[in-house]
């Protein structure tokens, strides 16, 4: 039972940190400042960078 809560807890912040990505591209493509974001979503600047990079990796090997 507790390996279950375990991965129920880890389940849900993988959830989270999915929502945090999805909020943070949907405020970078609306063309507000990393530093508004990072007000808005209190993740680090350098948080917000990587998954601002990140997402520009994985849409430039999809288009190719």
Known sequence: AEERDD????GF???IQ?????IVLKMYNDN???ETISNY???SLEEIKNIINTHKDISNETKN
């Open 41 to 43: 979503t209190n993740l």
């Open 32 to 34: 507000l400042p990393i």
């Open 7 to 10: 991965a129920k807890k880890e």
């Open 13 to 15: 912040e993988q959830g």
């Open 18 to 22: 999915k929502t945090k990505r999805e």
